[in-house]
C-alpha cells in the first residue's frame, strides 16, 4: 500500500509543471541583461576616441579664438592694452596668458599671471590618435590641477606663424565628465532601447518557441501513451522548426515503442498461462508415447524414436519458453557432435509430404562435425528450415520447389546454409531482419524464429546473416567457430 501512494505520488509531482524560474533567471532575463552589458561594451568602445576628438575639439577652439585675438592685438604692434581689454581677451579664451611666434620672433600678447612651471604642453598639429586617447584620458582621470600649454600654427601665411595658450585644465576637465555624462545617459538609453527590441524580437523567435518545446516535454512525459501530448511541429525551415519536427517523429516513434511492449507484456502473460496447461498435456503424451516402444510393429517402431525426440524438444521448448524477451537464453552446453544426423532429425520433423511437390536436399559429408549445443542448433536450423517450407506453401509452386540445406568446414569454422527457391525476402522483411515482431516473411507470422535463431547462434560465438544470390529465394549463412581450448584441456586430451 505504501509503494502504490508513492508511485501515485511520484507520477502527480511529474505531471506538474516545473515552475518558471524568475525573470533574470530565465533565458528572457539573461538576454536582456547581455544585450544592455554588450552595448554598454560597445559604447565604451566608442566612448574612447569619442572624448579624445571632443578634447580636441575643445582645444582647438580655444586655440582659434586666442589666434584671433593674437592677431588683432599684433596688429597694433607696441600699443600697451589697458587692463579691461586684457581682462576680457583673456576671460574669452580661458588662458592665463597669449602668445604669437613668428619664426624666430616671439611676442606675449597678453598675461595676467605667468605660472611658475607648466604640467604639460600639447602640440595640436600632432595627429597621432594615441597620443591624443592617452592625453584625454590622463586629463580625464588626473587633471583638474594642472597648468597646460596649447600650441598650434595659424593657417594663414603658410603656417609660419605658431599661436601659444596657458591654461589651466580645471575647465577642459569639467567639459570632458560632462561629455561623458551625456554619453553615458544616452548609452543607457540606446542599450534599454536596443535590448528591448533585441528581447522582443528574439523572444517571439527563440524563448517562445523552447518555452512551448519544454512544456511539450513535461506534458508528454506525463502520460506518453496520450496521442494529443505529441509536439505539433510549427511550420517553417530553421532550426527550432526542424527540432519540433524531430520531436515530435521521435515522440511518435517512442509511443510505437511503448504500444509494442505493452503488448509483448500481455502476450508474455498470456503465453505463460498457457505454457503451464502445454507442459502438463505434454507430459502426459510423453508418458503414453513411451509405451509406443513396446508396440511389436515395425511402421510404429520406425516413427516412434522420432515422436519421442519430438515431444522430448517439446517439453523442453516449454520449459524455457520464457527465456525470451524476459532472460537470456541459457548459455550453449557445447560439444562436438555429427552435423548431418541432426539436420536429418530437422529434416523429419518438418514431415514434408512427398505429394506437395516441394523437395529437401542435403549436401554435407556425413563426417562433419560441429561444437555446438545440438538443441540449440537444432532448434536455429529447425526455423529457417520451417521458414523455407512455409514460404514455398504459401507460393504453391508445383516445380523446382527445393530446400537445400548445406553445410562445410573451412579451417575451425563450420558454415551452414539453408537455401529455398520461394519468393524470396520481402523489402519490409529485409529492413526489420531479426527483430521480433517486426520481422516475418509471411501474413500472419510473428518473426520470432529468426529473433531466437540469431540470439541461440551469437551465443556460440557465431554470425547469421541473409545472402544476396543472383536466383529467386532465401539463402541464410550460420558460421560457428570452434571453442577456444585451454592449455590444461588440451594436454589432458593429448596426454602429455
Excluded at 526542424?242 to 508474455?268: P, S, V
Excluded at 517486426?438 to 551465443?459: D, K, N, P, W, Y
Excluded at 544470390?469 to 585451454?486: A, H, L, M, N, Y
Aim: hydrophobic residues 45%; contains cysteine.
Amino acid at each position: 500500500m505504501e509503494n502504490a501512494t508513492a508511485q501515485q505520488e511520484e507520477a502527480r509531482h511529474q505531471a506538474q509543471p516545473s515552475a518558471r524560474p524568475l525573470f533574470f533567471r530565465g533565458l528572457s532575463g539573461k538576454l536582456l541583461l547581455l544585450t544592455v552589458i554588450f552595448v554598454m561594451v560597445a559604447e565604451v568602445l566608442i566612448f574612447v576616441p569619442s572624448i579624445s576628438a571632443m578634447r580636441i575639439r575643445w582645444l582647438d577652439d580655444r586655440l582659434n579664438t586666442a589666434a584671433a585675438a593674437a592677431v588683432v592685438v599684433d596688429g597694433l604692434q607696441n600699443i600697451q592694452l589697458d587692463g579691461k581689454v586684457r581682462e576680457d581677451t583673456l576671460r574669452t579664451t580661458g588662458a592665463l596668458a597669449i602668445a604669437l611666434r613668428h619664426k624666430d620672433e616671439s611676442r606675449l600678447i597678453v598675461a595676467d599671471e605667468m605660472p611658475p612651471q607648466v604640467d604639460g604642453q600639447y602640440d595640436l598639429d600632432d595627429d597621432n590618435p594615441l597620443l591624443a586617447i592617452r592625453d584625454a584620458l590622463d586629463t580625464l582621470i588626473f587633471g583638474g590641477n594642472r597648468i597646460i600649454r596649447v600650441y598650434g600654427a595659424i593657417d594663414e601665411d603658410g603656417g609660419d606663424t605658431v599661436v601659444e595658450l596657458v591654461m589651466q585644465d580645471r575647465t577642459l576637465r569639467k567639459a570632458m565628465l560632462r561629455y561623458a555624462r551625456n554619453v553615458f545617459l544616452i548609452s543607457i538609453v540606446i542599450s534599454l532601447i536596443t535590448g528591448i527590441f533585441i528581447f522582443v524580437a528574439i523572444n517571439r523567435m527563440m524563448i517562445l518557441p523552447i518555452r512551448r518545446m519544454t512544456d511539450n516535454m513535461q506534458a508528454f512525459a506525463a502520460d506518453p501513451n496520450d496521442p494529443g501530448r505529441v509536439m505539433a511541429p510549427t511550420p517553417g525551415g530553421d532550426e527550432l522548426a526542424t527540432a519540433g519536427r524531430h520531436l515530435a517523429e521521435m515522440q511518435r516513434e517512442l509511443q510505437k515503442t511503448l504500444k509494442e511492449q505493452k503488448n509483448l507484456a500481455d502476450l508474455g502473460l498470456a503465453v505463460s498461462k498457457i505454457n503451464h496447461d502445454m507442459r502438463n498435456m505434454l507430459s502426459s503424451a510423453q508418458l503414453i508415447s513411451d509405451r509406443l516402444t513396446d508396440v511389436d510393429d515395425p511402421m510404429v517402431k520406425r516413427f516412434a524414436p522420432t515422436l519421442l525426440r519430438a515431444i522430448d524438444r517439446a517439453v523442453s521448448y516449454t520449459t524455457h519458453v520464457m527465456s525470451y524477451g524476459g532472460a537470456k537464453e541459457k548459455a550453449p552446453n557445447r560439444r562436438c557432435l555429427k552435423l548431418k544426423p541432426l539436420v536429418q532429425d530437422v529434416v523429419e520433423l518438418l514431415a514434408v509430404d512427398a505429394r506437395s511437390g516441394i523437395e529437401v536436399r542435403l549436401q554435407m559429408d556425413g563426417d562433419i562435425e560441429v561444437d555446438a549445443d545440438g538443441e540449440q542448433l537444432f532448434r536455429v536450423v529447425h526455423n529457417l528450415a520451417r521458414n523455407a517450407l512455409q514460404a514455398l506453401q504459401q507460393e504453391h509452386a508445383e516445380d523446382n520447389s527445393v530446400i537445400t540445406i548445406a553445410a562445410n568446414r573451412t579451417g575451425s569454422v563450420v558454415s551452414i546454409t539453408v537455401d529455398d527457391t520461394g519468393p524470396g525476402m520481402p523489402r519490409k522483411a529485409r529492413e526489420n531482419l531479426f527483430s521480433a515482431f517486426r520481422g516475418s516473411a509471411r501474413s500472419g507470422g510473428t518473426g520470432l524464429g529468426l529473433a531466437i535463431a540469431r540470439e541461440l547462434v551469437l551465443a556460440h560465438g557465431g554470425t547469421i546473416a541473409l545472402v544476396e544470390k543472383p536466383t529467386r529465394g532465401t539463402q541464410f549463412r550460420i558460421e560457428i567457430p570452434d571453442s577456444p581450448v585451454s592449455l590444461d584441456l588440451f594436454r589432458s586430451r593429448s596426454g602429455h
